[in-house]
Each structure stands twice: as structure tokens, then as C-alpha cells.
């Protein structure tokens, strides 16, 4: 597993981690820093996705992240989403894990 991003959040570093091809499994890490070992997150739903990037919202007082999912190779009419002719079906989903 390689880290995909990393980011501070609620006095610790919040990492994913996966595959360096976006294929196979994610994992979320609670990392305190060096000299630390991280600690796995339990995330309800992260095989769903695939984890690429997280966004943290000061304005939210570090209460909350977000997860950004990649989703080129999510098929949508049969095709894979970063191919579909039309921009407008092309997207990316992404969510907010549970406290």
C-alpha cells in the first residue's frame, strides 16, 4: 500500500492509503506523527470507493473531512466514467465518515 493522500485533522494526521494502480484495497490511518504508528480507521462503506483525496473544512472547526472517490473506471452506460462522451455524466462521488 502506498499513501494516496494525507492530511491534518482533529490534532492528527488522517492518511488513505491503497494501491498505487487505484485498484484493490483502501485503508483509512490516524497518525500521530513520527516516532507513532498508525492506527487503522473503521470506515462503513470505503470498499465502495476509491479513496484518492481529502479535504478538511476549517470553517467546521476540523469537526469533519471529506473523502474524494476517483471514479474513472466506475462503469456508467456501460462505459467507463472518465470515457463517456457526454462531460455532463462524467462526475466523482465522494462522502463523509461516520465519527
Same mark, same amino acid.
Given at each position: 500500500? #502506498?499513501? +494516496?493522500?494525507?492530511?491534518?485533522?482533529?490534532?492528527?494526521?488522517?492518511?488513505?492509503?491503497?494501491?498505487? *494502480?487505484?485498484?484493490?484495497?483502501? +485503508?483509512?490511518?490516524?497518525? /500521530?506523527? &513520527?516516532?507513532?504508528?498508525? =492506527?487503522g480507521l473503521r470506515v462503513d @462503506?470505503? =470498499?465502495?470507493? *476509491? &479513496?484518492?483525496?481529502? #479535504? #478538511?473544512?476549517? !470553517? @467546521?472547526?476540523? @469537526? =469533519? %473531512?471529506?473523502v474524494l472517490s476517483d471514479d474513472?473506471?466506475?462503469?456508467? !452506460? !456501460?462505459c467507463p466514467c472518465k470515457a463517456?462522451? !457526454?462531460?455532463?455524466? +462524467?462526475? %466523482? +462521488?465522494?462522502?463523509? &465518515? /461516520?465519527?
Amino acid at each position: 500500500m #502506498v499513501c +494516496r493522500d494525507i492530511a491534518w485533522y482533529g490534532g492528527t494526521y488522517t492518511i488513505i492509503a491503497g494501491s498505487y *494502480h487505484g485498484g484493490g484495497h483502501f +485503508r483509512l490511518y490516524r497518525w /500521530a506523527g &513520527p516516532g507513532a504508528s498508525p =492506527e487503522g480507521l473503521r470506515v462503513d @462503506r470505503l =470498499e465502495d470507493y *476509491h &479513496p484518492e483525496g481529502l #479535504v #478538511v473544512y476549517p !470553517d @467546521r472547526g476540523l @469537526r =469533519e %473531512f471529506q473523502v474524494l472517490s476517483d471514479d474513472g473506471t466506475l462503469r456508467i !452506460d !456501460d462505459c467507463p466514467c472518465k470515457a463517456l462522451n !457526454d462531460l455532463n455524466k +462524467r462526475a %466523482f +462521488r465522494s462522502f463523509w &465518515p /461516520a465519527p
